[in-house]
Each structure stands twice: as structure tokens, then as C-alpha cells.
């Protein structure tokens, strides 16, 4: 699958940024519930074994969700590498980002798998593990200061919060206002990527990594360049949710924004 791939190369780039950091950049807090960078890899790399496990281990998958619901999801993080935070963190990590690429690259993309509540297909499941890894890797980016250079891989994530406009809603008990605005998106290489029906009255336009940052909650929309027109397209991206579990609020403006630049 062409997910896999991206997914790999989404996990490579994180891994080159902190390549070269020092073990006590690790433990810098970034803008995301005051978690550190290690915080992140240490969730990152959880959820990607399980996404592993998936395929090869079922029953382990089971007994893992039972003892995250007993124990709670940051302690099983924890558990899981022992603690462990820099260098010997991102190590482990990359080891198991590379063994589930593997693993999804020649997997039927149909196939259903266990998951956190309803089953997934397989393509979602590589799917929602590059979105996590991009959206979690905005704010790790953000707290070393280093602007990201997207590729069009994002194309995936911008296809996750399209498809998930009414899960926005259903995910509030919320009916949608009408329907999903025409989103019109220029990808970091310079294509356009257009979706729905062609409505200049109902519109999303601009940038494609702003687009992705206001569906994965890493931006407040007020915070992006995007043209948001019409009261579907301002109410959707007020609230605009593409992964899954409870609901989730964007971040307040000003609030989320890269380390050397002012907040807006």
C-alpha cells in the first residue's frame, strides 16, 4: 500500500529532525497538554505496535486495549519502553515505525481489523498511523522552532478530514448544518486538490498543510491563510475532528504556533 510507504517516510522525516538532539531536548514541553517530545514518541510508538499487532498478534492486541482501559493509556506508553526517553526513545521508535510500514506495506488493503471500538480496514488503520505521526510531529516541530517542509504525501490526511465531515458532527450528537463545503487545496508541490461539488457560496481554499492543520487539531483555522466562506464551511472548520475517539475542541487561537514566530 502507497500508505505504508508515506507513512514510512512521514516517520523518517520526525526521525531526522531529532536525529541530532540531545537527550535533554527530549524532555523540552511542547504546546500540546504540556506533553515533551518524548511524551510523544513514547505514544507514537505505543499505538504503532499496536497497529503492528493488529496483523500479527490479535489476542495481544485484545489483552493490550483491556490493560489500557484499566490502566490508562499514558501508563501503558510508559510501560511499554520502560521509561525510556531520548536517543535510546527514538531508536526504539524508528525500529518499530519500520516494522509497521513492513508489515502494512503487503497487507490486503480490505482486510478488517480489531481496533479501538468498530473494526477498521487496513488502509485506514496505515492511514490514521501517518496522521498521527504528522499531526503529533506539528508540535514537536513547533517547540524546536524548525518550520516542516511538507510533501504531497499529506494528500492522505487531507482525504481523512473530507471523509470525516460528518464525523465532525456525529461525534458532537450534532446533525450537519448541509452539505460538505467545496474544498479546494493547493498541495505543497504546487497541484491543486479539489473536493465535493464546486460551490462558491460554501467554499474551503488555500493551502492543503493549513487545511490538514485545522482537521488534526494542530492550528486554530484563525490561525491559517484559508478562505473559509459560507456558515457550513466557518461552523465545520470551527470544530473540524478527523481521528477518532470523543469529542475534541481545536486549540483556542494563539494558542498552538512554531517557537521564534509570534502567535496570532
Not at 513492513?102 to 481489523?113: C, G, M, V
Not at 505543497?188 to 493549513?210: K, L
Amino acid at each position: 500500500m502507497q500508505q505504508a510507504h508515506d507513512f514510512l517516510e512521514e516517520s523518517r522525516a520526525l526521525h531526522t529532525l531529532l536525529t541530532e538532539r540531545t537527550d535533554q531536548d527530549f524532555d523540552r514541553v511542547t504546546l500540546f497538554k504540556d506533553w515533551t517530545i518524548n511524551d510523544v514518541l513514547r505514544h507514537l510508538h505505543y499505538w504503532n505496535w499496536m497497529a503492528e499487532l493488529q496483523l500479527s498478534g490479535e489476542g495481544r492486541l485484545e489483552d493490550e486495549l483491556a490493560s489500557v482501559g484499566v490502566e490508562g493509556m499514558r501508563t501503558r506508553e510508559q510501560a511499554h519502553v520502560a521509561g525510556a526517553g531520548g536517543q535510546t526513545l527514538l531508536a526504539s521508535w524508528w525500529e518499530q515505525a519500520l516494522k509497521t510500514a513492513q508489515i502494512f506495506t503487503t497487507a490486503d488493503p480490505k482486510a478488517r481489523l480489531k481496533w479501538v471500538g468498530p473494526s477498521m480496514s487496513a488502509r485506514s488503520s496505515i492511514t490514521a498511523r501517518l496522521m498521527e505521526t504528522w499531526a503529533h510531529g506539528q508540535e514537536v516541530y513547533d517547540v524546536l522552532g524548525v518550520e516542516r517542509k511538507d510533501e504531497d504525501r499529506i494528500r492522505n490526511i487531507a482525504v481523512l478530514g473530507v471523509n470525516t465531515y460528518g464525523w465532525t458532527y456525529l461525534v458532537r450528537k450534532q446533525e450537519p448544518p448541509g452539505p460538505m463545503p467545496f474544498v479546494k487545496l493547493t498541495a505543497p508541490s504546487g497541484e491543486v486538490w479539489s473536493f465535493g461539488e464546486d460551490d462558491a457560496s460554501n467554499c474551503i481554499e488555500g493551502s492543503a498543510s493549513e487545511f490538514c492543520q485545522v482537521v488534526t487539531q494542530t492550528r486554530n483555522v484563525k490561525d491559517t491563510s484559508l478562505a473559509v466562506i459560507g456558515p457550513v464551511a466557518t461552523d465545520w472548520m470551527s470544530k473540524a475532528q478527523c481521528f477518532a475517539g470523543g469529542r475534541n475542541d481545536p486549540p483556542e487561537p494563539g494558542t498552538r504556533f512554531r517557537a521564534g514566530t509570534a502567535s496570532t
